[in-house]
């Protein structure tokens, strides 16, 4: 069983920059992890992925702007996001997601609002 808590979000002006971060409450080390973004009424979209081997992949739209990066140890796992220049369209609620042992986990996700 993993339990995802991210915390971070918040209400920063465009171009500004914000931290999430998702704490794992176990160790997700081997595992790959990926931040969504979901607005109400709109299906999720990936944002960025950190696998195992310590490669990224970014969604077309932040490339450049937003770094994935994590923190694994054998007690817990921390993912993180790094936002920088962030646009109003980018409002959105943020998820991270792993898969262990074929099970699907989300946290209950950060509200980021960017206002122009």
């Known amino acids: 069983q993993v339990q995802l808590v991210e915390s971070g979000g918040g209400l920063v002006q465009a171009g500004g920059s914000l931290r999430l971060s998702c704490t794992a409450s176990?160790?997700?080390?081997?595992?790959?992890a990926l931040w969504y973004c979901r607005a109400p009424g709109k299906q999720r979209e990936l944002v960025a992925a950190?696998?195992?081997?310590?490669?990224?992949?970014?969604a077309a739209p932040v490339k450049g702007r937003i770094t994935i990066s994590r923190d694994d140890n054998n007690a817990k796992s921390t993912l993180y996001l790094q936002m920088d220049s962030l646009k109003p369209e980018e409002t959105d609620g943020y998820y991270c997601n792993v898969n262990v042992n074929g099970k699907d986990y989300w946290g209950q996700g950060t509200q980021v609002t960017v206002s122009t």
């Open positions: 176990g160790s997700i080390f081997s595992n790959n």
């Open positions: 950190s696998d195992v081997s310590g490669s990224s992949y970014y």
